[in-house]
């Protein structure tokens, strides 16, 4: 029988729903900067290391809530890498669960870091996984 259009192409696993979220958080170190990430000159939080991080939050959304045997792969990153965040400083990643389209789900990303008291946004975008 022929698929309709308007269903969902798999079965979304039943532990998964919009508005998860996770934080995560690194103390930068000189292998997290551009520098020994040959990503640059400077040695601040390499962009390939801000993303890496944002990968693993949206990986930590769905730990355990997968079924045996499935999985999820990235497709597809949007991000604004604004602020540099300086070796010794911590930075904050958070990923939340925004859409879910049969097995594509659409996450939320943010980054921020404080210095001085003051908390600023280092980073934000989209991640799309889809589910294997």
Same mark, same amino acid.
């Given at each position: 029988? $022929?698929?309709?259009?308007?269903? $969902? =192409?798999a079965p979304t696993?039943?532990?998964?729903?919009?508005?998860?979220?996770?934080?995560?958080?690194?103390?930068?170190?000189?292998?997290?900067?551009?520098?020994?990430?040959?990503?640059?000159?400077? $040695?601040?939080?390499?962009?390939?290391?801000?993303?890496?991080?944002?990968?693993?939050?949206?990986? =930590?959304?769905?730990?355990?809530?997968l079924g045996d045997?499935? !999985?999820?792969? =990235?497709?597809?990153?949007?991000?604004?890498?604004?602020? $540099?965040?300086?070796?010794?400083?911590?930075?904050?990643?958070? =990923?939340?669960?925004?859409?879910?389209?049969?097995?594509?789900?659409?996450?939320?990303?943010?980054?921020?870091?404080?210095?001085?008291?003051?908390?600023?946004?280092?980073?934000?975008?989209?991640? !799309?996984?889809?589910?294997?």
């Amino acid at each position: 029988m $022929p698929r309709n259009s308007d269903q $969902p =192409a798999a079965p979304t696993d039943p532990g998964v729903a919009v508005g998860l979220q996770t934080r995560l958080e690194l103390e930068v170190t000189y292998e997290d900067t551009a520098v020994a990430l040959k990503s640059g000159d400077v $040695p601040v939080l390499a962009t390939p290391r801000l993303l890496a991080l944002c990968e693993e939050a949206s990986c =930590a959304v769905l730990e355990s809530r997968l079924g045996d045997g499935r !999985t999820s792969v =990235a497709t597809r990153v949007q991000f604004d890498h604004l602020a $540099p965040v300086a070796v010794g400083a911590t930075v904050a990643v958070y =990923a939340t669960l925004e859409r879910v389209e049969g097995r594509r789900l659409t996450f939320t990303l943010s980054a921020t870091s404080s210095a001085d008291q003051h908390v600023g946004l280092v980073g934000a975008g989209r991640l !799309t996984r889809v589910l294997v």
